[in-house]
């Protein structure tokens, strides 16, 4: 998208005398990307005619990310604890996990698309564990480093 918005406005991101004028200076409206770009990009006229609204979203940062990990009814995270839970093992962590995560998830850079990959390779050694040994366990302790290492949990 950046290559398109550059090539349009003559832009550049970087260097003394990278474009001719300054994003700020350029109008809203103007540094959106519209169908005109998608053609001249490459895109078919067949495929951007079919296009109603093209709609840029924000880039998620760290606490949003956490936030959702955290917040959300539909967080992975929490439906690995409810998994836990229905096994009778009851999870405690750290609130600082949400960020962790969050972290690790930003590396790839794929915003929360990446959160699951994150969540799932943090509990896959648990859930194996679990599974393996029906009703062995009753608490499961993870922190921040678990995120790194997943082997780094405690079940008791």
């Known amino acids: 998208i950046e290559e398109i918005r550059e090539k349009r406005l003559n832009v550049k991101k970087m260097g003394f005398q990278a474009g001719t ?3 700020k200076s350029i109008p809203k409206k103007e540094r959106l990307i519209n169908k005109q770009d998608l ?3 490459g895109f078919p006229n067949e495929f951007v005619g079919r296009i109603d609204n093209i709609v840029e979203m924000n880039e998620l940062k ?3 990310l956490a936030k959702i990990l955290k917040n ?3 967080s992975i995270f929490r439906r690995y604890e409810a998994a836990l839970l ?5 999870l405690s962590y750290s609130l600082n996990i949400f960020s962790k995560i969050a972290e690790e998830s930003l ?3 794929t915003g929360a698309r990446e959160l699951s990959n994150t969540v799932n390779y943090v509990f ?3 859930m194996y564990d679990v599974m393996a040994n029906p009703g062995a366990y009753t608490k499961c302790r993870i922190t921040a480093r678990t995120v ?3 082997t780094k949990y405690k079940l008791s």
């Open 39 to 41: 053609k001249n990009y």
């Open 62 to 64: 760290k606490g949003a």
């Open 148 to 150: 790194d290492d997943n």
């Open 107 to 109: 590396l790839l850079d």
């Open 72 to 74: 959300s009814e539909l």
């Open 21 to 23: 004028a300054s994003r």
């Open 86 to 90: 229905k096994e009778g093992i009851k």
């Open 124 to 126: 896959s050694k648990i």
